[in-house]
């Protein structure tokens, strides 16, 4: 679809593939204990974002929304290796340093990493030293798994999609597309086609902390 200057490929994941929603965010959270919702806008492409922000903060990508009650840090860092490669789950704690190795060798093979074994392990072949490698921070691929949906302004947007029913997400006029930004590295955003009235009612059938004060589409 062609959108002012902006060539935004249009995304839809497939109902059979459809990624697992995660908890609220934490920015959410804490935005719902507030009085005063966020106020978003529809961007002159049709995509919602926040109406004020900065990338200011201590994070490895910074990302701030102003809100009248207090700025929201919707921040991230750099994934350690242990999230890369879910070594931090329980199920994976709760096993023998030999069957993390095996696991962990098998996890790093299906993610296209095995040149990292080219020269055997690469950590100390001791449950110490796998730790020790495990907690580094992976600054090659933060953008990769955090930035395409979590990271910019439109990242506020997605709450509206992930309430959404399927049979909403095929009426509604809203979804999630790849305008294929920043960086050339994939940004995931919410798109809408209703109007403001329209989404701002959904918002409040929804119960969510959003307020659309401004359409921007010509």
Known sequence: MQHGHVLIL???WPKTAMPKKSPEPPWLQDLRKRK???SLVIDENGCVEALRYSFDGPHD???TVWH?????DL???NPTLREWYDADIESFQGLSYEAKKARLLETITD???EHLLEEG???DDTEEGMNSWLDQNDHERGNDRYFWRYHHPYCVGHPIHDVLSPEEQDTSGIWEIDIGTPDSDGCLVTYVECTMAALNDLIRRKKLPFAVVEDRRG
């Open 10 to 12: 249009s995304f839809r």
């Open 36 to 38: 005063e919702p966020l």
């Open 61 to 63: 990508y910074n990302l």
């Open 68 to 72: 009248p009650e207090g700025d929201l």
């Open 75 to 77: 921040g991230i860092d």
């Open 111 to 113: 993610c296209g990493d």
């Open 121 to 123: 392990l690469p950590w």
